[in-house]
């Protein structure tokens, strides 16, 4: 993952969800081989790219579609609320439904998938819809499918170390910064 989008998911953590974030230092840090106050010491940037490589393997999957969702829900309200609004599912108009009454079929499902693919990068739109696909109420084998016979979205590139809820493998373990 980019650093810079690293640094945005976190931050956005660090600014909207302190728990989440917290949440996330406790999980990162033992595996830094750092103390807290260390890691705390270092460049914003620096310890979110850090985060990034931790969040990339599988057993941190939880961890990592909190953030990710987190992220969509505060920096991408506009492109929740399409993707709602095009399934005709209710939400509260920043993107976040409360339940999801009924599966959509396949055709409004590709007629969101296209409509997002309008409007927004195919990787984003991928990083989106498989973290919406996570959400316990949903897991639409449809969705699924769609999302993975979708030329657009299997040739997006996917940036560098995108956590495995895109099912890009994890990094190489890097040794930490000397403390």
């Not at 505060?74 to 609004?85: A, H, I, T």
């Not at 993975?148 to 890009?168: D, F, I, K, R, Y």
Request: glycine residues 4%; aromatic residues 8%; proline residues 8%.
């Amino acid at each position: 993952m980019p650093a810079a989008l690293a640094n945005d998911i976190c931050i956005t953590a660090q600014t909207t969800n302190k728990r989440l974030y917290n949440t996330a230092l406790e999980v990162a840090v033992p595996r830094m081989a750092m103390r807290r106050g260390k890691v705390m010491e270092m460049p914003k940037i620096q310890r979110h790219a850090f985060f990034a490589k931790i969040f990339a393997y599988p057993q941190m999957e939880a961890l990592t579609f909190n953030l990710l969702s987190n992220w969509l829900v505060e920096k991408q309200v506009d492109m929740l609320v399409l993707w709602l609004d095009t399934l005709g599912i209710p939400h509260n108009g920043k993107g976040c439904a409360d339940n999801f009454p009924f599966v959509p079929d396949a055709a409004k499902l590709s007629e969101g998938i296209a409509k997002l693919l309008e409007k927004y990068d195919p990787w984003l739109v991928k990083l989106y819809l498989v973290t919406f696909n996570e959400i316990d109420e949903t897991h639409w084998p449809e969705l699924n499918r769609l999302i993975n016979e979708n030329e657009t979205l299997q040739n997006a590139p996917v940036p560098e170390g995108m956590p495995g809820l895109l099912g890009a493998t994890a990094p190489a373990a890097e040794p930490a910064p000397a403390s």
